[in-house]
């Protein structure tokens, strides 16, 4: 039956307050407080409300965040306060030097309070509420004028339509920066590849194409976000006396602030905030590009004033450049393990993320025809954290008349073999398997590493030595080594080489999941080495096997089952396997029954960091009691095993009810199962 218009207002009331309080505390706080399947209920519920009694419908309810019709075009808005630029420090001394000035013109050497706040990579904005009531949205533009991009920030969930609560000014004018998370940008370019379009080069090139789209209901789809950092135009209201309260109060009226916010003294605890949020940067959910300082009483700001078209009260501290220009210079071929020769980009050096960068990768023929690249092109490149660097654009208009085209070799660099691409594949490879010596090293390498063979002592230039002398050929020449082999090498010392030995003798010694894992086949990682070792028990079992045999297997697939398949088959990979085998490398068979995998059928998450052992150790001896290690909770998470600093895993996880065991529970419960 249909409620009449008086019972409906109340109703609508109702769900519009109790939506806006979903919304809080979904991207306001990150902290959601029902299943998604309930907001949808009760969307759905205001919706059908709103639709039977259209003069109920409102530009601040819930349901107006899809976007509007298409804009012809944007218009012009002038700020009443302007909206400034920050001047830059780039290190500690020039933090410094800003806090001496400060002291100085105060005519005080007080230690000064500074609010700290990550300085977000996105583009800067403006927000009018008249009486909570979200009116007007604007870009910074120039400071002076920007343009009117309302119907855009009305889509974005983290913008409250009408402010939280009553006590807020009958005008009020927020100041934030609109951003694009760093899994929205991946999203967004995974989409555009999809369609064959050219994907944006970084997050906030991809919030300001998505402000900027005259279509509200193209901005919709973008996954922004927004932060306050300060406010403009307040009328008929008192704000209170610092900077960090003044956030605090935004965040109770609904809006976002940035959780990394802190209040420290002096240039001294700037910097060392600088320092530590430094480090954490790479693992924060969006870019940032370095620290805003500001003063936090609003009294010391208002005596300070202003300079030129800058506070003189806050300064940014700006991180090293991710991005930079240079040029290519050249592009070589590399040859890896699998025999994928991948194109590499030498370039002009340049200083970017810290470090000069030299080379970067191109990843494969695809992203060179896809960038559009040419040898001698002007380039921009990125680098975040310990990211491999990047080309992500050319700057066609500086190509200068000589560039040269790029083209797969026909043959390998390094052993001179056909190079084949498979269609359907990225990749191009090297036909020459194991006898192709860059394919041999990485192989090598591959085998004695710590999750296979674990061969202490041995490596990477060391492999590269011994197979240059040519005294191995493959992984089972290791077995052969001798003293006198060793001792002329180039820094290696009779202890060393001893101990080498005596490694290369404990690690024969070994497990069928590690060896198979070792030989390296293409697409066999940990657990497919694990799920095969468990299934066929035995080596001669998995190498008798056909590919529907195969198939049968756990994490294995009509590519890998192809894979394996073919790699048990090859001669050369045969007569390396027998070597091994003939030179002591061995393993007990598996005998595998259901009471030795008390963990069988159960998921397992592994969070934070585990002193005792490390993640892999404990993901490796849970997939021997037969469970499966997941890298995310969800509803059918048997357990949660949370280690120092656990963080939305552990959250999540006392949501849904999830058994939870700390690092000594865990261990406890290891030692048990394993004793059984």
């Given at each position: 039956?249909?409620?009449?218009?008086?019972?409906?207002?109340?109703?609508?009331?109702?769900?519009?307050?109790?939506?806006?309080?979903?919304?809080?505390?979904?991207?306001?706080?990150?902290?959601?407080?029902?299943?998604?399947?309930?907001?949808?209920?009760?969307?759905?519920?205001?919706?059908?409300?709103?639709?039977?009694?259209?003069?109920?419908?409102?530009?601040?309810?819930?349901?107006?965040?899809?976007?509007?019709?298409?804009?012809?075009?944007?218009?012009?808005?002038?700020?009443?306060?302007?909206?400034?630029?920050?001047?830059?420090?780039?290190?500690?001394?020039?933090?410094?030097?800003?806090?001496?000035?400060?002291?100085?013109?105060?005519?005080?050497?007080?230690?000064?309070?500074?609010?700290?706040?990550?300085?977000?990579?996105?583009?800067?904005?403006?927000?009018?509420?008249?009486?909570?009531?979200?009116?007007?949205?604007?870009?910074?533009?120039?400071?002076?004028?920007?343009?009117?991009?309302?119907?855009?920030?009305?889509?974005?969930?983290?913008?409250?339509?009408?402010?939280?609560?009553?006590?807020?000014?009958?005008?009020?004018?927020?100041?934030?920066?609109?951003?694009?998370?760093?899994?929205?940008?991946?999203?967004?370019?995974?989409?555009?590849?999809?369609?064959?379009?050219?994907?944006?080069?970084?997050?906030?090139?991809?919030?300001?194409?998505?402000?900027?789209?005259?279509?509200?209901?193209?901005?919709?789809?973008?996954?922004?976000?927004?932060?306050?950092?300060?406010?403009?135009?307040?009328?008929?209201?008192?704000?209170?006396?610092?900077?960090?309260?003044?956030?605090?109060?935004?965040?109770?009226?609904?809006?976002?602030?940035?959780?990394?916010?802190?209040?420290?003294?002096?240039?001294?605890?700037?910097?060392?905030?600088?320092?530590?949020?430094?480090?954490?940067?790479?693992?924060?959910?969006?870019?940032?590009?370095?620290?805003?300082?500001?003063?936090?009483?609003?009294?010391?700001?208002?005596?300070?004033?202003?300079?030129?078209?800058?506070?003189?009260?806050?300064?940014?501290?700006?991180?090293?450049?991710?991005?930079?220009?240079?040029?290519?210079?050249?592009?070589?071929?590399?040859?890896?393990?699998?025999?994928?020769?991948?194109?590499?980009?030498?370039?002009?050096?340049?200083?970017?993320?810290?470090?000069?960068?030299?080379?970067?990768?191109?990843?494969?023929?695809?992203?060179?025809?896809?960038?559009?690249?040419?040898?001698?092109?002007?380039?921009v490149i990125r680098r975040a954290g310990d990211v491999i660097p990047q080309i992500v654009k050319v700057i066609e208009n500086r190509r200068p008349d000589d560039a040269q085209t790029i083209e797969l070799p026909i043959e390998c660099p390094v052993c001179g073999s056909e190079v084949e691409r498979e269609e359907g594949e990225a990749a191009a490879r090297c036909s020459g398997g194991l006898y192709c010596q860059a394919q041999r090293k990485e192989a090598i390498k591959h085998f004695s590493s710590r999750k296979a063979l674990d061969i202490d002592g041995l490596g990477d230039k060391l492999v590269e030595q011994l197979v240059d002398e040519n005294l191995i050929h493959h992984a089972a020449d290791l077995f052969n080594l001798t003293l006198d082999q060793l001792l002329p090498l180039e820094r290696m010392g009779k202890k060393s080489a001893e101990n080498l030995l005596e490694s290369l003798a404990s690690s024969r010694e070994t497990t069928l999941p590690r060896f198979l894992y070792g030989l390296g086949i293409r697409e066999v990682g940990e657990a497919t080495a694990l799920s095969l070792a468990r299934y066929f028990k035995t080596l001669d079992a998995l190498m008798a096997a056909n590919e529907e045999q195969l198939l049968e297997v756990d994490d294995v697939g009509p590519i890998v089952a192809h894979h394996i398949h073919r790699?048990?088959?090859?001669?050369?990979?045969?007569?390396?396997?027998?070597?091994?085998?003939?030179?002591?490398?061995?393993?007990?068979?598996?005998?595998?029954?259901?009471?030795?995998?008390?963990?069988?059928?159960?998921?397992?998450?592994?969070?934070?960091?585990?002193?005792?052992?490390?993640?892999?150790?404990?993901?490796?001896?849970?997939?021997?009691?037969?469970?499966?290690?997941?890298?995310?909770?969800?509803?059918?998470?048997?357990?949660?095993?949370?280690?120092?600093?656990?963080?939305?895993?552990?959250?999540?996880?006392?949501?849904?009810?999830?058994?939870?065991?700390?690092?000594?529970?865990?261990?406890?419960?290891?030692?048990?199962?394993?004793?059984?």
């Amino acid at each position: 039956m249909k409620p009449d218009l008086s019972s409906a207002r109340v109703e609508v009331a109702r769900l519009r307050d109790q939506l806006n309080d979903f919304n809080y505390q979904y991207y306001v706080l990150d902290d959601p407080c029902v299943p998604d399947a309930e907001y949808d209920r009760q969307l759905r519920s205001l919706q059908q409300l709103e639709r039977e009694y259209p003069e109920l419908l409102s530009n601040d309810s819930p349901t107006q965040r899809v976007g509007g019709q298409p804009l012809e075009g944007f218009t012009q808005v002038t700020h009443e306060v302007p909206m400034l630029s920050l001047d830059n420090a780039f290190s500690a001394d020039e933090l410094l030097a800003f806090e001496k000035r400060l002291q100085d013109r105060l005519n005080s050497k007080i230690t000064l309070e500074f609010a700290c706040e990550p300085k977000l990579d996105g583009i800067a904005v403006s927000l009018l509420y008249d009486n909570g009531v979200l009116v007007r949205g604007a870009t910074r533009g120039d400071g002076s004028t920007g343009e009117n991009i309302t119907a855009n920030v009305r889509t974005i969930p983290s913008i409250p339509l009408h402010l939280r609560g009553e006590n807020y000014p009958p005008i009020l004018e927020v100041r934030g920066e609109i951003y694009m998370p760093r899994a929205g940008f991946e999203r967004l370019n995974e989409q555009a590849r999809a369609r064959q379009e050219k994907p944006f080069v970084n997050p906030r090139n991809a919030a300001a194409g998505s402000l900027r789209q005259l279509d509200p209901r193209i901005t919709a789809t973008r996954l922004l976000q927004m932060c306050c950092y300060n406010v403009g135009r307040v009328e008929g209201y008192n704000l209170p006396d610092t900077h960090s309260e003044v956030l605090q109060l935004l965040n109770a009226w609904g809006l976002r602030i940035n959780a990394e916010m802190d209040v420290v003294q002096g240039a001294s605890q700037c910097q060392q905030y600088y320092e530590n949020l430094s480090e954490k940067r790479d693992s924060l959910a969006y870019d940032i590009d370095g620290i805003v300082f500001k003063i936090n009483r609003l009294a010391l700001q208002q005596r300070l004033g202003f300079v030129s078209r800058a506070p003189r009260w806050a300064i940014a501290y700006k991180f090293p450049a991710q991005e930079e220009i240079t040029r290519l210079l050249d592009v070589e071929f590399q040859v890896g393990r699998t025999g994928a020769v991948t194109p590499v980009a030498r370039l002009q050096p340049v200083f970017v993320g810290g470090v000069t960068v030299s080379n970067a990768t191109l990843h494969n023929m695809d992203e060179v025809e896809r960038l559009g690249i040419m040898v001698g092109d002007s380039v921009v490149i990125r680098r975040a954290g310990d990211v491999i660097p990047q080309i992500v654009k050319v700057i066609e208009n500086r190509r200068p008349d000589d560039a040269q085209t790029i083209e797969l070799p026909i043959e390998c660099p390094v052993c001179g073999s056909e190079v084949e691409r498979e269609e359907g594949e990225a990749a191009a490879r090297c036909s020459g398997g194991l006898y192709c010596q860059a394919q041999r090293k990485e192989a090598i390498k591959h085998f004695s590493s710590r999750k296979a063979l674990d061969i202490d002592g041995l490596g990477d230039k060391l492999v590269e030595q011994l197979v240059d002398e040519n005294l191995i050929h493959h992984a089972a020449d290791l077995f052969n080594l001798t003293l006198d082999q060793l001792l002329p090498l180039e820094r290696m010392g009779k202890k060393s080489a001893e101990n080498l030995l005596e490694s290369l003798a404990s690690s024969r010694e070994t497990t069928l999941p590690r060896f198979l894992y070792g030989l390296g086949i293409r697409e066999v990682g940990e657990a497919t080495a694990l799920s095969l070792a468990r299934y066929f028990k035995t080596l001669d079992a998995l190498m008798a096997a056909n590919e529907e045999q195969l198939l049968e297997v756990d994490d294995v697939g009509p590519i890998v089952a192809h894979h394996i398949h073919r790699f048990v088959r090859q001669p050369h990979n045969i007569e390396v396997i027998n070597s091994l085998q003939e030179r002591g490398v061995c393993w007990p068979d598996l005998q595998v029954d259901a009471g030795t995998r008390p963990l069988e059928g159960q998921i397992w998450v592994l969070t934070g960091t585990l002193h005792t052992m490390g993640r892999s150790e404990g993901k490796s001896r849970l997939q021997e009691l037969g469970a499966k290690v997941a890298g995310s909770v969800s509803a059918k998470t048997t357990t949660l095993v949370a280690g120092e600093k656990s963080g939305s895993k552990l959250n999540k996880a006392e949501d849904l009810g999830i058994r939870v065991l700390n690092e000594e529970e865990f261990i406890v419960q290891l030692f048990k199962l394993e004793s059984n």
